[in-house]
């Protein structure tokens, strides 16, 4: 009885509490936090630096994304996003900004609704936290929404500056730097005063990857954070995220990063993930070009052979397999351009010789390259996308548009290979609804799926284009197509509305499921990006060569199964041109593949069967008329 009276005593006491006790806000950290801002700092020059070496070695390190896209116009942009804990493709920003930094953050703001420069700020001011900011760049980090910072020192003697606004108090510091040097002096200083030390480059040395190096006092390790779901791989956004899990304070809802965590490793794994990343950002066009020309080599040689007819087939279906081999090749550290290009190259080609062979060329062989490449790629997909972030034709994190899944290039290619290849394995036999239907929706979640593709307009697309194509190649007509269509893109969309609940978080995709991030502005962004690539002449010039293609090999195969899958494949490049923000180059990496199979078409290197015609009821094939008598 006593028991249950002192219980209820209590839930009445908890009731009349009073509102405001629940939400009270936290207690200011006991250690302070000081972040070193400086600009173009590379990996070389920490290991020059002993104070520098020191936190890297001691503490957490990783490679840090700093902004999506290329380098700001103008640089106070990236301490901006900094401060924000969100980040924005550089092309969207005011290429000058105001002087005033709350000016500029009202700019970004209103440039691009979802990122709000001064929320560090901001958390810290409410949590009771002292904010000071050495230097100008570094008060646009520190400042709160409207451009305040309690402490605000110039940057002519940043040491000392950081010593006073220690000794006044301050729970956090953002100072800026002039070079590697005077970065190691601020971190020496606030390391012997206590305080948790993070070093920080906003800005990449020019003509540099968007990569820099980025350390954190404590447990020793690798940075991880869902962002980016790689160790050793940090985004700009997660930086004040981190900063204020380590002072106890929780991110706002506004900030899109999220707070990372060490997990073992060294500085100097971080380096080489940095060093990989770069080779994609730079190497990857030069790495493709070769890679093409030495796919093409055999073509020529049998061209001088007068055998190119006979060439036509393997070497088509080796750049089909092209986007296959590069992930293999992706597993391997990079050394230059040329022996990476050889090694896909070569790879591709044996592919396509041994499918070709083994299958004995023709549909058969078509159909076995196209679904291979197209599984290979849903395969890496469903993984997360571990090859492909290393891939020359993947998703590139320097750039930071992406850092998981299945890039824009790769999904489209997925769909355009897998779309053809349904429609050359229809020309050989019908396949059926069932395994069809199982196929196209493992194929849709493995792009869609939060924790893996997490590709949501590509596997929109996907379920639209390849349900539509499924429709077309058992026969249907359109009314079949519109049907199957309808499933798939219900499908896709079903996985959509459903991720913030089966994978609460997990994606930037499923927390714009879930109303934390502005659905409609992150769609009308997206469309702008995607409209910008149809200002492009030499891409539209390649549709209407590619287009001419399909066409072609359309009209040759009219009336067989082949010839619906390559209309299928074209309205699924279409899709991926209207539902992707890479826009009109998702849709040609997906058209590529029709045009792949219209061209073995065209050459004859597939004989497509004519549907064999309905037989005539028993009985009425010799039945004749009843001829009327003439005359009487």
């Given amino acids: 009885m006593r028991a249950t009276l002192l219980t209820l005593l209590l839930v009445l006491a908890a009731l009349a509490a009073p509102p405001g006790a629940a939400s009270a806000a936290p207690e200011p950290p006991d250690r302070p936090v000081v972040l070193v801002l400086v600009d173009g700092l590379s990996w070389e020059e920490v290991q020059q630096n002993p104070a520098l070496r020191r936190l890297f070695e001691e503490g957490a390190a990783a490679a840090l994304s700093i902004v999506q896209g290329g ?163 940090l985004a700009g956004q997660d930086v004040a995220p981190t900063l204020l899990a380590r002072m106890g304070l929780e991110a706002p809802p506004e900030m899109q990063g999220r707070p990372a965590k060490a997990r073992p490793g060294s500085p100097e794994d971080a380096r080489r993930l940095s060093e990989r990343l770069s080779f994609v950002a730079e190497e990857r066009h030069r790495t493709a070009a070769w890679a093409l020309a030495l796919s093409l080599l055999p073509f020529g040689a049998f061209l001088l052979a007068l055998r190119g007819r006979e060439a036509a087939g393997p070497c088509l279906l080796a750049l089909a397999a092209m986007p296959a081999a590069t992930l293999p090749a992706a597993a391997l550290p990079p050394a230059s351009p040329l022996p990476v290009a050889a090694l896909i190259a070569g790879l591709s080609a044996v592919v396509a010789w041994v499918l070709w062979r083994l299958a004995g060329g023709g549909l058969a062989a078509a159909a076995a390259a196209l679904l291979a490449n197209a599984g290979v790629l849903a395969a890496d997909a469903a993984a997360g996308g571990e090859l492909m972030r290393f891939s020359i034709l993947g998703y590139n994190p320097a750039y930071g548009a992406r850092f998981y899944g299945i890039g824009n290039e790769c999904s489209a290619i997925l769909a355009g290979s897998l779309a053809a290849g ?186 497509v069967p004519r549907p064999r015609q309905t037989p005539p009821a028993p009985g009425r094939c010799c039945a004749r008329r009843p001829s009327r008598r003439r005359g009487g």
């Avoid at 429709?471 to 079903?494: E, K």
């Avoid at 109303?515 to 997206?526: H, I, S």
């Avoid at 041109?577 to 593949?593: E, V």
């Fill in 71 to 233: 380098r700001p116009a103008d640089p106070r942009a990236a301490y901006l996003l900094l401060g924000a804990g969100s980040r924005a493709d550089t092309t969207a920003l005011p290429r000058r900004l105001p002087r005033s930094p709350a000016a500029a953050a009202r700019e970004i703001s209103e440039r691009v609704p979802t990122v709000r420069p001064g929320s560090l700020g901001e958390v810290l001011r409410r949590s009771g936290v002292e904010v000071a900011a050495v230097g100008a760049e570094a008060r646009a980090v520190a400042m709160d929404r409207e451009g305040r910072v309690p402490l605000l020192y110039g940057g002519e003697a940043p040491l000392r500056a950081l010593e006073a606004a220690l000794a006044e108090g301050a729970g956090f510091v953002a100072a800026e730097a002039a070079g590697p040097a005077e970065a190691g002096r601020l971190v020496a200083a606030a390391s012997r005063s206590g305080a948790l030390v993070a070093v920080a480059s906003p800005n990449a040395p020019p003509g540099a990857p968007n990569l820099t190096p980025f350390a954190i006092a404590g447990r020793r390790g690798l940075l991880y954070s869902p962002s980016t779901r790689t160790a050793g791989l």
């Fill in 422 to 607: 349904l429609g050359a394995l229809a020309a050989l036999r019908r396949p059926r609804a069932a395994p069809l239907a199982l196929a196209g929706g493992a194929a849709v979640a493995a792009v869609g799926l939060p924790t893996m593709g997490a590709d949501v307009g590509g596997s929109l697309a996907l379920g639209l284009g390849l349900g539509a194509t499924a429709g077309l190649v058992r026969g249907g007509g359109v009314r079949a197509a519109a049907g199957w269509a309808t499933a798939g893109g219900a499908a896709a969309a079903a996985l959509f509305a459903a991720s913030p609940l089966l994978f609460p978080g997990a994606s930037h995709g499923s927390r714009a499921a879930a109303g934390e991030v502005g659905l409609r502005d992150m769609a009308l962004r997206k469309l702008e990006l995607a409209l910008a690539t149809f200002e492009s002449w030499p891409l539209l010039l390649l549709l209407a060569a590619l287009s001419a293609a399909v066409w072609a090999g359309w009209r040759r195969a009219r009336g067989t199964p082949l010839a619906a899958g390559l209309a299928g494949a074209a309205l699924t490049a279409a899709l991926y041109a209207a539902l992707n923000d890479s826009g009109l180059l998702a849709g040609l990496y997906a058209l590529f593949y029709p045009a792949v199979a219209a061209l073995l078409v065209l050459a004859g290197a597939l004989k």
